[in-house]
């Protein structure tokens, strides 16, 4: 794995002025968690929670908690969102959450950002159930960035497509908006 030391700094500065940023997590409360989702959060994402907090950083101040608690003011965490969606085993259902791959961030209409902890990079995916037609849920599913340090550096940035910014507001809809007048 590369060293992504430089990355976290970047995060922690980042995120230092956040309202909603935890304290990370101990080396004990993430082996509890991984224990509970039945396999290792993919590295990076790992030490973020470790090193930066568990919770309340990237994207919108938004990265849910890795396992929350009662005392906890977050509604939701990775590893509670993670088991709500697996089928329990023997279950009839025509849809499957993909194994490993944990939603870090609720963007709201069940929407979330997730992180394949089985791909070597942390691809970040993006959950968009209200794609889903018929019982084809593949359709939901979206590469957001091939990995996380590219979705971090993408935030970082202020480049990614919830910013404000990214949005082209000179951009000509004439053509378009005639078009459905018709």
């Not at 970040?124 to 971090?152: C, H, K, Y």
Request: hydrophobic fraction near 40%; aromatic fraction near 10%; proline fraction near 7%.
């Amino acid at each position: 794995m590369k060293d992504f030391e430089e990355l976290i700094n970047r995060v922690v500065a980042a995120s230092a002025a956040s309202d909603l940023l935890q304290p990370p997590v101990s080396a004990a409360e993430l082996a509890k968690a991984e224990r509970k989702l039945g396999f290792r959060l993919h590295p990076l994402l790992a030490t973020l929670y470790r090193k930066v907090g568990d919770g309340g950083f990237g994207p919108a101040d938004s990265v849910l908690p890795l396992s929350g608690g009662p005392e906890a003011d977050w509604e939701t965490s990775v590893v509670q969102e993670y088991l709500d969606r697996i089928p329990p085993e023997g279950s009839d259902t025509w849809w499957s959450w993909p194994e490993g791959v944990v939603p870090v961030l609720d963007w709201g209409c069940a929407m979330f950002a997730c992180v394949d902890c089985r791909s070597e990079d942390g691809t970040v995916l993006l959950f968009e159930p209200n794609a889903i037609t018929g019982q084809d849920v593949s359709r939901a599913w979206f590469v957001d960035a091939g990995s996380l340090a590219e979705w971090l550096e993408t935030w970082l940035n202020g480049r990614g497509w919830y910013e404000e910014d990214a949005v082209d507001r000179d951009f000509d809809m004439a053509p378009w908006a005639d078009a459905s007048s018709r």
